[in-house]
T-cell receptor, first 112, second 108 residues
């Protein structure tokens, strides 16, 4: 089945620890996005990538890092510099020219 | 940058009622999308609608790009329609930004 897979579904981070959220898509989409959602809030863009080996900061990139070594994968690392990481993280992808977004099922990150 | 507003922020409906959700945006855009987020967090793309009107079952959407707004109509609402509805637009830098959402509760 084609789709976007995010893992893990739930993740716990200890203080000072870096954690990595996985996002994989088999839709042959060009662009991939990471969004953060806080309880009762909308989605805010963290990072996005239009092509392999290239990515741009979104509106709240501080404390996060990404890589795009393969077209189908766009992992997000939440670093220890992100002081308030507890949130729901959503990955999305789209064809570059159309930008109709499709989302994974999300990862809930909590701090121990 | 472009601003996106949605109204109303919250809506409670009796099952079977109709409703209209609105999305306003501050600058011209070449497409607009509507999403439904269910209570488990999954976001489903309902419509990709640069302009005009589209229908999908009990849902329909209209975008008037020249006047910078879009409407989402829900007819004969069901409890499964509950959740949050977001509109989203692209910016000139290939980002896609979201409005704050409308939280809908449909009660039996």
């Amino acid at each position: 089945d084609g789709g976007i897979t995010q893992s893990p579904k739930y993740l716990f981070r200890k203080e000072g620890q870096n954690v990595t959220l996985s996002c994989e898509q088999n839709l042959n989409h060009d662009a991939m996005y990471w969004y953060r959602q806080d309880p009762g809030q909308g989605l805010r863009l963290i990072y996005y990538s239009q092509i392999v080996n290239d990515f741009q900061k979104g509106d709240i990139a501080e404390g996060y890092s990404v890589s795009r070594e393969k077209k189908e994968s766009f992992p997000l690392t939440v670093t220890s510099a992100q002081k308030n990481p507890t949130a729901f993280y959503l990955c999305a992808s789209t064809y570059k020219t159309q930008k109709r977004l499709f989302f994974g099922s999300g990862t809930q990150l909590s701090v121990l | 940058g472009i601003q996106v507003e949605q109204s109303p922020p919250d809506l409670i409906l009796q099952e079977g009622a109709n409703s209209t959700l609105r999305c306003n945006f501050s600058d011209s855009v070449n497409n607009l999308q509507w999403f439904h987020q269910n209570p488990w967090g999954q976001l489903i793309n309902l419509f990709y609608i640069p302009s005009g009107t589209k229908q999908n079952g009990r849902l329909s959407a209209t975008t008037v790009a020249t006047e910078r707004y879009s409407l989402l109509y829900i007819s004969s609402s069901q409890t499964t329609d509950s959740g949050v509805y977001f509109c989203a637009v692209p910016t000139s830098y290939d980002k896609v930004i979201f409005g704050p959402g409308t939280s809908l509760s449909v009660i039996p």
